[in-house]
Protein backbone atom coordinates (compact mmCIF):
# COMPACT_ATOMS: atom_id res chain seq x y z
CA UNK A 1 0.00 0.00 0.00
CA UNK A 2 1.70 3.17 -0.97
CA UNK A 3 2.78 5.84 1.67
CA UNK A 4 0.80 8.88 1.50
CA UNK A 5 3.00 12.10 2.09
CA UNK A 6 1.47 15.50 3.74
CA UNK A 7 -0.86 13.25 6.01
CA UNK A 8 -1.60 15.55 9.12
CA UNK A 9 0.14 13.30 11.29
CA UNK A 10 3.32 13.99 9.26
CA UNK A 11 2.95 17.66 8.90
CA UNK A 12 3.08 17.34 12.65
CA UNK A 13 5.89 15.44 12.91
CA UNK A 14 8.62 18.46 12.05
CA UNK A 15 6.61 20.53 14.70
CA UNK A 16 6.55 18.06 17.80
CA UNK A 17 10.65 17.37 16.99
CA UNK A 18 11.13 20.86 16.95
CA UNK A 19 9.11 21.55 20.42
CA UNK A 20 11.10 19.19 21.76
CA UNK A 21 14.27 20.37 20.61
CA UNK A 22 13.47 23.74 22.09
CA UNK A 23 12.78 22.16 25.44
CA UNK A 24 15.90 20.62 25.32
CA UNK A 25 17.08 23.61 24.26
CA UNK A 26 15.26 25.36 27.42
CA UNK A 27 16.80 22.78 29.58
CA UNK A 28 20.09 22.89 29.10
CA UNK A 29 19.85 26.74 29.05
CA UNK A 30 18.40 26.73 32.65
CA UNK A 31 21.02 23.81 34.08
CA UNK A 32 23.85 26.11 32.85
CA UNK A 33 22.33 29.02 34.64
CA UNK A 34 21.94 27.14 37.40
CA UNK A 35 25.33 25.57 37.68
CA UNK A 36 26.94 29.11 36.83
CA UNK A 37 29.27 30.66 39.27
CA UNK A 38 27.65 32.24 42.90
CA UNK A 39 28.58 35.58 43.58
CA UNK A 40 28.42 36.70 47.37
CA UNK A 41 25.66 39.03 46.38
CA UNK A 42 24.22 36.06 44.44
CA UNK A 43 24.43 34.18 47.10
CA UNK A 44 22.70 36.14 49.61
CA UNK A 45 20.29 37.27 47.62
CA UNK A 46 18.98 33.09 47.14
CA UNK A 47 19.00 33.32 50.44
CA UNK A 48 16.75 35.58 51.38
CA UNK A 49 14.73 34.87 49.23
CA UNK A 50 14.39 31.06 49.48
CA UNK A 51 14.99 30.43 53.27
CA UNK A 52 12.11 28.62 55.03
CA UNK A 53 12.96 30.25 58.40
CA UNK A 54 12.50 33.99 57.06
CA UNK A 55 9.30 32.68 55.59
CA UNK A 56 8.20 31.20 58.76
CA UNK A 57 9.26 34.98 60.46
CA UNK A 58 7.05 36.80 57.92
CA UNK A 59 3.80 34.72 58.62
CA UNK A 60 4.06 35.24 62.23
CA UNK A 61 4.37 39.45 61.66
CA UNK A 62 1.52 38.93 59.99
CA UNK A 63 0.06 36.28 61.94
CA UNK A 64 0.61 39.05 64.95
CA UNK A 65 -0.87 41.86 63.04
CA UNK A 66 -4.37 40.25 62.42
CA UNK A 67 -4.05 39.61 65.97
CA UNK A 68 -3.88 43.13 66.68
CA UNK A 69 -6.41 44.68 64.64
CA UNK A 70 -8.91 42.30 67.23
CA UNK A 71 -7.40 43.53 70.42
CA UNK A 72 -8.96 46.49 69.69
CA UNK A 73 -12.86 45.33 69.62
CA UNK A 74 -15.37 44.75 71.83
CA UNK A 75 -16.12 41.22 72.40
CA UNK A 76 -19.28 39.50 70.20
CA UNK A 77 -22.37 40.34 71.84
CA UNK A 78 -24.47 37.35 72.88
CA UNK A 79 -27.97 36.40 71.94
CA UNK A 80 -29.60 34.78 75.09
CA UNK A 81 -33.07 32.64 74.76
CA UNK A 82 -35.07 30.92 77.35
CA UNK A 83 -38.62 30.29 79.34
CA UNK A 84 -38.77 31.66 82.59
CA UNK A 85 -41.16 30.74 85.40
CA UNK A 86 -42.28 26.98 83.33
CA UNK A 87 -44.91 25.37 85.93
CA UNK A 88 -43.57 21.92 86.86
CA UNK A 89 -46.43 20.78 88.54
CA UNK A 90 -50.41 20.97 88.96
CA UNK A 91 -52.70 20.96 85.54
CA UNK A 92 -50.48 23.84 84.01
CA UNK A 93 -47.30 21.73 84.13
CA UNK A 94 -45.22 22.15 81.52
CA UNK A 95 -47.50 24.62 79.44
CA UNK A 96 -46.40 27.97 78.27
CA UNK A 97 -49.11 30.65 77.67
CA UNK A 98 -51.71 29.65 80.49
CA UNK A 99 -49.86 31.02 83.73
CA UNK A 100 -49.39 34.44 83.90
CA UNK A 101 -45.72 34.21 85.25
CA UNK A 102 -44.55 31.94 82.09
CA UNK A 103 -42.95 34.08 79.65
CA UNK A 104 -40.67 33.29 76.55
CA UNK A 105 -38.09 35.47 76.33
CA UNK A 106 -35.00 36.34 73.87
CA UNK A 107 -32.33 39.33 74.40
CA UNK A 108 -29.20 40.36 74.14
CA UNK A 109 -25.46 40.58 76.57
CA UNK A 110 -22.81 42.63 75.89
CA UNK A 111 -19.49 42.96 77.43
CA UNK A 112 -18.73 46.60 77.41
CA UNK A 113 -15.19 47.21 77.65
CA UNK A 114 -14.00 51.12 77.73
CA UNK A 115 -12.70 53.07 75.06
CA UNK A 116 -9.39 53.48 76.92
CA UNK A 117 -8.67 49.76 77.84
CA UNK A 118 -9.38 48.54 73.93
CA UNK A 119 -7.13 51.32 73.25
CA UNK A 120 -4.60 49.95 75.93
CA UNK A 121 -4.79 46.27 74.63
CA UNK A 122 -4.24 47.51 70.72
CA UNK A 123 -1.43 48.98 71.96
CA UNK A 124 -0.13 45.89 73.32
CA UNK A 125 -0.91 43.80 70.12
CA UNK A 126 0.77 46.42 68.24
CA UNK A 127 3.74 45.96 70.45
CA UNK A 128 3.75 42.18 70.31
CA UNK A 129 3.58 42.90 66.38
CA UNK A 130 6.80 45.01 66.61
CA UNK A 131 8.71 42.47 68.81
CA UNK A 132 8.04 39.52 66.18
CA UNK A 133 9.17 41.36 63.21
CA UNK A 134 12.25 41.41 65.71
CA UNK A 135 12.15 37.89 65.66
CA UNK A 136 11.99 38.20 61.45
CA UNK A 137 14.96 40.77 61.52
CA UNK A 138 17.29 38.48 63.71
CA UNK A 139 15.79 35.19 61.09
CA UNK A 140 17.08 37.82 58.40
CA UNK A 141 20.22 38.82 59.91
CA UNK A 142 21.47 35.23 60.86
CA UNK A 143 20.59 33.54 57.40
CA UNK A 144 23.01 36.28 55.63
CA UNK A 145 25.53 35.58 58.40
CA UNK A 146 25.51 31.99 57.32
CA UNK A 147 25.27 32.59 53.76
CA UNK A 148 28.12 34.62 53.63
CA UNK A 149 30.30 32.67 55.79
CA UNK A 150 29.53 29.17 53.47
CA UNK A 151 30.14 31.36 50.53
CA UNK A 152 33.86 32.55 51.71
CA UNK A 153 34.87 28.98 53.19
CA UNK A 154 33.66 27.76 49.38
CA UNK A 155 35.68 30.77 47.57
CA UNK A 156 38.89 29.62 50.23
CA UNK A 157 38.15 26.20 49.30
CA UNK A 158 38.66 27.02 45.79
CA UNK A 159 41.75 29.00 46.31
CA UNK A 160 43.13 26.06 48.18
CA UNK A 161 42.32 23.65 45.18
CA UNK A 162 43.90 25.78 42.52
CA UNK A 163 47.25 26.18 45.02
CA UNK A 164 47.26 22.44 45.06
CA UNK A 165 46.79 22.07 41.76
CA UNK A 166 49.74 24.80 40.70
CA UNK A 167 52.31 22.35 42.76
CA UNK A 168 50.53 18.95 41.40
CA UNK A 169 51.35 20.36 37.66
CA UNK A 170 55.06 21.53 38.86
CA UNK A 171 55.87 18.16 40.48
CA UNK A 172 54.36 16.52 37.33
CA UNK A 173 56.58 17.97 35.29
CA UNK A 174 59.53 17.44 37.78
CA UNK A 175 59.02 13.47 37.82
CA UNK A 176 59.21 13.60 34.25
CA UNK A 177 62.33 15.73 34.10
CA UNK A 178 64.15 13.07 36.88
CA UNK A 179 62.73 10.21 34.40
CA UNK A 180 64.43 11.57 31.71
CA UNK A 181 67.71 11.91 33.54
CA UNK A 182 67.30 8.69 34.68
CA UNK A 183 67.05 7.35 31.16
CA UNK A 184 70.07 9.45 30.39
CA UNK A 185 72.26 8.39 33.20
CA UNK A 186 71.98 11.43 35.03
CA UNK A 187 69.52 10.70 37.80
CA UNK A 188 69.66 7.38 39.83
CA UNK A 189 66.61 5.22 40.32
CA UNK A 190 66.26 6.47 44.10
CA UNK A 191 65.64 9.95 42.30
CA UNK A 192 62.85 8.82 40.93
CA UNK A 193 61.39 6.52 43.51
CA UNK A 194 61.40 9.63 45.85
CA UNK A 195 60.07 11.87 43.57
CA UNK A 196 57.18 9.16 42.43
CA UNK A 197 56.68 9.68 46.27
CA UNK A 198 56.39 13.16 46.91
CA UNK A 199 54.46 13.18 43.91
CA UNK A 200 51.84 10.93 45.13
CA UNK A 201 51.73 12.54 48.56
CA UNK A 202 51.27 15.85 46.21
CA UNK A 203 48.07 14.48 44.56
CA UNK A 204 46.67 13.06 47.88
CA UNK A 205 46.59 16.76 49.32
CA UNK A 206 44.64 17.88 46.14
CA UNK A 207 41.61 14.88 46.43
CA UNK A 208 41.61 16.25 50.22
CA UNK A 209 41.33 20.27 48.76
CA UNK A 210 38.49 19.01 46.54
CA UNK A 211 36.86 17.41 48.42
CA UNK A 212 37.02 20.17 51.10
CA UNK A 213 35.43 22.20 48.57
CA UNK A 214 32.85 20.04 47.54
CA UNK A 215 31.91 20.07 51.16
CA UNK A 216 31.67 23.72 51.15
CA UNK A 217 29.64 24.15 48.15
CA UNK A 218 27.35 21.53 49.78
CA UNK A 219 26.80 24.00 52.86
CA UNK A 220 26.66 26.53 51.05
CA UNK A 221 23.65 24.64 49.05
CA UNK A 222 21.76 24.52 52.41
CA UNK A 223 21.65 27.92 52.44
CA UNK A 224 20.88 29.35 48.50
CA UNK A 225 18.43 25.79 48.91
CA UNK A 226 19.59 25.28 45.29
CA UNK A 227 22.57 23.14 44.25
CA UNK A 228 26.14 25.48 44.16
CA UNK A 229 28.37 23.91 41.91
CA UNK A 230 30.98 26.65 41.61
CA UNK A 231 32.07 30.16 43.44
CA UNK A 232 33.20 33.21 41.86
CA UNK A 233 34.70 36.41 43.00
CA UNK A 234 36.83 37.48 45.44
CA UNK A 235 36.40 38.30 49.22
CA UNK A 236 35.27 41.72 50.56
CA UNK A 237 38.16 43.61 51.97
CA UNK A 238 38.21 42.99 56.18
CA UNK A 239 37.37 46.35 56.75
CA UNK A 240 33.51 46.88 58.69
CA UNK A 241 31.88 49.93 59.43
CA UNK A 242 30.01 48.12 62.61
CA UNK A 243 32.34 48.43 64.67
CA UNK A 244 32.24 52.52 64.05
CA UNK A 245 28.19 53.23 65.09
CA UNK A 246 27.05 54.76 67.83
CA UNK A 247 25.20 52.66 70.88
CA UNK A 248 21.94 54.72 69.74
CA UNK A 249 22.52 53.54 66.24
CA UNK A 250 23.00 50.34 67.23
CA UNK A 251 20.07 49.04 68.93
CA UNK A 252 18.46 49.93 65.97
CA UNK A 253 19.50 47.89 63.48
CA UNK A 254 21.37 44.84 65.73
CA UNK A 255 18.67 42.42 66.15
CA UNK A 256 19.45 41.41 69.76
CA UNK A 257 18.87 44.68 70.70
CA UNK A 258 15.99 45.11 68.94
CA UNK A 259 14.62 42.03 70.12
CA UNK A 260 15.27 42.90 73.80
CA UNK A 261 14.11 46.65 73.35
CA UNK A 262 11.07 45.07 72.01
CA UNK A 263 10.33 43.13 74.61
CA UNK A 264 10.30 46.61 77.27
CA UNK A 265 7.64 47.64 75.21
CA UNK A 266 5.56 44.71 75.50
CA UNK A 267 5.97 44.22 78.81
CA UNK A 268 5.35 48.29 79.58
CA UNK A 269 2.08 47.49 77.84
CA UNK A 270 0.97 44.32 79.19
CA UNK A 271 1.61 46.25 82.74
CA UNK A 272 -0.75 49.10 81.20
CA UNK A 273 -3.27 46.45 80.37
CA UNK A 274 -3.22 45.14 83.53
CA UNK A 275 -3.53 48.32 85.49
CA UNK A 276 -6.60 48.68 83.56
CA UNK A 277 -8.41 45.47 84.43
CA UNK A 278 -8.35 46.76 88.31
CA UNK A 279 -11.75 48.58 87.32
CA UNK A 280 -13.97 45.79 86.19
CA UNK A 281 -16.22 45.46 82.95
CA UNK A 282 -19.64 45.67 83.00
CA UNK A 283 -22.14 43.69 81.38
CA UNK A 284 -25.03 44.72 79.88
CA UNK A 285 -28.86 43.16 78.96
CA UNK A 286 -32.02 44.11 76.70
CA UNK A 287 -34.37 40.80 77.00
CA UNK A 288 -38.01 40.98 75.50
CA UNK A 289 -40.78 38.54 76.90
CA UNK A 290 -43.59 37.11 75.90
CA UNK A 291 -46.67 35.62 78.23
CA UNK A 292 -49.22 34.28 77.05
CA UNK A 293 -53.27 35.04 76.65
CA UNK A 294 -54.21 38.17 77.58
CA UNK A 295 -51.21 39.09 79.97
CA UNK A 296 -48.92 42.24 78.36
CA UNK A 297 -45.25 41.24 77.89
CA UNK A 298 -42.70 42.92 79.19
CA UNK A 299 -39.11 44.52 78.82
CA UNK A 300 -36.28 43.48 81.09
CA UNK A 301 -32.79 45.97 80.82
CA UNK A 302 -29.72 44.67 83.63
CA UNK A 303 -26.42 45.23 83.79
CA UNK A 304 -24.12 42.97 85.85
CA UNK A 305 -21.20 44.43 87.49
CA UNK A 306 -18.33 42.14 88.91
CA UNK A 307 -17.06 42.82 92.67
CA UNK A 308 -13.41 42.51 92.93
CA UNK A 309 -13.38 42.14 96.47
CA UNK A 310 -10.07 40.21 96.45
CA UNK A 311 -8.58 43.13 94.29
CA UNK A 312 -5.14 42.84 96.87
CA UNK A 313 -4.66 39.23 95.69
CA UNK A 314 -5.75 39.22 92.21
CA UNK A 315 -5.31 41.99 90.33
CA UNK A 316 -3.23 43.78 92.55
CA UNK A 317 -0.76 40.95 92.11
CA UNK A 318 -1.28 40.68 88.36
CA UNK A 319 -0.10 44.13 87.82
CA UNK A 320 2.36 43.65 90.26
CA UNK A 321 3.11 40.91 88.16
CA UNK A 322 3.48 42.50 84.75
CA UNK A 323 5.62 45.09 86.16
CA UNK A 324 8.16 42.72 87.68
CA UNK A 325 8.43 41.58 83.75
CA UNK A 326 9.21 45.08 82.86
CA UNK A 327 12.09 45.33 85.22
CA UNK A 328 12.92 41.36 83.81
CA UNK A 329 13.42 43.38 80.10
CA UNK A 330 14.94 46.09 81.36
CA UNK A 331 17.66 43.92 82.76
CA UNK A 332 18.04 41.60 80.21
CA UNK A 333 18.70 44.18 77.40
CA UNK A 334 21.51 45.76 79.51
CA UNK A 335 22.84 42.68 79.78
CA UNK A 336 22.32 41.72 75.98
CA UNK A 337 23.40 45.67 75.40
CA UNK A 338 27.13 44.83 77.30
CA UNK A 339 27.37 41.29 75.71
CA UNK A 340 27.00 42.78 72.16
CA UNK A 341 29.28 45.75 73.14
CA UNK A 342 31.79 43.23 73.84
CA UNK A 343 31.41 41.06 71.17
CA UNK A 344 31.75 43.63 68.71
CA UNK A 345 34.57 45.20 70.30
CA UNK A 346 36.14 41.35 70.46
CA UNK A 347 35.97 40.97 67.07
CA UNK A 348 36.98 44.48 65.70
CA UNK A 349 40.15 44.17 67.45
CA UNK A 350 40.48 40.32 66.06
CA UNK A 351 40.31 41.36 62.52
CA UNK A 352 42.64 44.74 63.06
CA UNK A 353 45.52 41.80 64.07
CA UNK A 354 44.00 39.34 61.57
CA UNK A 355 45.06 42.43 59.00
CA UNK A 356 48.54 42.90 60.52
CA UNK A 357 49.34 39.22 60.22
CA UNK A 358 48.54 39.26 56.53
CA UNK A 359 50.32 41.90 56.24
CA UNK A 360 53.48 40.75 58.08
CA UNK A 361 53.46 37.04 56.47
CA UNK A 362 52.82 38.80 52.72
CA UNK A 363 55.65 40.96 53.02
CA UNK A 364 58.03 38.59 54.77
CA UNK A 365 56.96 34.68 54.81
CA UNK A 366 55.94 34.43 50.69
CA UNK A 367 59.23 36.51 49.72
CA UNK A 368 61.36 33.75 51.77
CA UNK A 369 59.50 31.00 50.74
CA UNK A 370 59.79 32.17 47.12
CA UNK A 371 63.62 32.66 47.56
CA UNK A 372 64.14 29.28 48.79
CA UNK A 373 62.53 27.91 45.68
CA UNK A 374 64.87 29.69 43.35
CA UNK A 375 68.19 29.08 45.37
CA UNK A 376 66.96 25.10 45.23
CA UNK A 377 66.21 24.90 41.57
CA UNK A 378 69.71 26.99 40.89
CA UNK A 379 71.63 24.37 43.11
CA UNK A 380 69.63 21.47 41.41
CA UNK A 381 71.09 22.82 38.02
CA UNK A 382 74.28 23.42 38.85
CA UNK A 383 74.43 19.86 40.20
CA UNK A 384 75.20 21.24 43.93
CA UNK A 385 71.60 20.33 45.06
CA UNK A 386 69.01 17.41 45.08
CA UNK A 387 66.21 16.80 43.94
CA UNK A 388 64.53 15.69 46.85
CA UNK A 389 65.54 20.13 47.98
CA UNK A 390 63.72 21.11 45.14
CA UNK A 391 60.87 19.23 45.99
CA UNK A 392 61.01 20.25 49.70
CA UNK A 393 61.53 23.67 48.59
CA UNK A 394 58.15 23.87 46.56
CA UNK A 395 56.34 21.83 49.32
CA UNK A 396 57.79 24.42 51.59
CA UNK A 397 56.36 27.17 49.41
CA UNK A 398 52.88 25.79 49.18
CA UNK A 399 52.57 25.33 53.14
CA UNK A 400 53.72 28.84 53.26
CA UNK A 401 50.88 29.98 50.37
CA UNK A 402 48.30 28.20 52.29
CA UNK A 403 49.41 29.54 55.92
CA UNK A 404 48.87 32.78 54.21
CA UNK A 405 45.38 31.42 52.78
CA UNK A 406 43.90 29.93 56.02
CA UNK A 407 44.21 32.79 57.93
CA UNK A 408 42.61 35.46 55.15
CA UNK A 409 40.07 32.67 54.99
CA UNK A 410 39.96 33.23 58.97
CA UNK A 411 39.92 37.29 58.97
CA UNK A 412 37.54 37.12 56.56
CA UNK A 413 34.91 35.02 58.71
CA UNK A 414 35.51 37.33 61.74
CA UNK A 415 34.53 40.18 58.75
CA UNK A 416 31.50 38.29 58.25
CA UNK A 417 30.40 37.91 61.84
CA UNK A 418 30.73 41.59 62.33
CA UNK A 419 29.69 43.07 59.09
CA UNK A 420 26.46 40.93 58.85
CA UNK A 421 25.40 40.81 62.74
CA UNK A 422 23.40 44.11 62.01
CA UNK A 423 19.91 44.79 59.68
CA UNK A 424 21.20 45.41 55.51
CA UNK A 425 21.51 48.85 55.30
CA UNK A 426 19.01 48.84 52.21
CA UNK A 427 16.05 47.89 55.35
CA UNK A 428 14.26 49.63 57.50
CA UNK A 429 13.90 48.21 60.92
CA UNK A 430 10.08 49.09 60.65
CA UNK A 431 9.69 47.24 57.04
Not at 215 to 238: H, K, N, Q
Not at 342 to 369: F, K, V
Request: glycine share 4%; aromatic share 6%.
Amino acid sequence: MPLTIGTPSCRRAPLRARSLFAALVLASVAAHAQEAPVTLDAALQAATDRSATIGAAQASVRASSEASVRAGQLPDPMLKAGVDNLPVNGPQRFTIGQDFMTMRRIGIEQEWISGDKRRLRAALANDVVDRERAGYLGQLVNTRLQTAAAWLNAVYAKKAVSLQQELVDHMTHELEATKASYRGAKATAADVTQAQAMFAQTQDQLFKARQTLQTALIGLSRWTATPVSDVTGEPPAPQSYVSSLPPEELREVQPVLVAASRDIAVADADTAVANSNRSPNWTWEVAYQQRGGGFSNMVSVGVSIPLPIHRKNYQDRDAAEKAELGTKARLMYEDAQRQVEADIRTQSATLASGRERITNLTHSLLPAADQRVQLAAAAYRAGTGSLADTFAARRAQLDAELQVLDLQRDVSQTWAQLEYQVVPASMSVSQ
